[in-house]
């Protein structure tokens, strides 16, 4: 059984609909740490080490946030910039994380039809993910297809709970593959 680490970052978790039930479904999930960045860190002074350790004792990394502004939180953004150190995570001798897998659980609040060429938002959503992609092949890490959850802004609670169900599968699989 691979242990996964969420890295969760949500600047107004009290007012999200959707990753509250997604982290409600999961709670206790055996195999599964979920690691509050923001309620960690509210002054940003991330502890390297300390995140190092986390990273060090989980196969696979999960980023989980809102997908603001085309990428993520600014937490994440200041924990990868800290914590993904040359000679640790990547460079010639920075192999610590050197066959892990890794990937994102996003929200958006529009549809998916809107991230197409065609779209509201002109590039796919895996565009505006090649940050992550990149970090990971630069990290020596698989990139896995994310998690993405569509369209929340018209979304209501039945949908909400179906594609928590849904993500609760997403990691079982994950972790028990």
């Known amino acids: 059984m691979s242990r996964i680490l969420i890295l969760f970052a949500h600047p107004a978790f009290e007012k999200s609909r959707v990753h509250s039930q997604l982290l409600a479904t999961i709670h206790g999930m055996q195999g599964v740490t979920v690691h509050d960045l923001y309620e960690t860190y509210p002054d940003l002074n991330i502890d390297v080490r300390q995140e190092q350790g986390l990273l060090l004792q989980h196969d696979i990394i ?41 990937t994102n659980v996003i929200s958006a609040g529009t549809k998916e039809e ?35 959850v569509y369209g929340t802004h018209q979304m209501d609670n039945t949908a909400i709970s179906e594609h928590a169900i849904s993500y609760k599968q997403f990691l079982e699989n994950l972790r028990d593959r």
């Not at 992609?133 to 297809?145: E, V």
Request: proline share 7%; hydrophobic share 40%; aromatic share 20%.
């Open 62 to 102: 999960l980023f989980q946030h809102p997908f603001y502004w085309y990428s993520a939180p600014a937490i994440i953004k200041q924990w990868q910039d800290l914590v993904l150190e040359h000679g640790w995570a990547y460079g010639r001798s920075g192999t610590a994380l050197r066959g892990k897998r890794i």
């Open 114 to 148: 809107a991230y197409q060429a065609d779209g509201w938002h002109q590039y796919p959503l895996a565009d505006f993910l090649l940050p992550f992609r990149q970090t990971a092949t630069l990290c020596n890490m698989q990139y896995l297809d994310p998690f993405v």
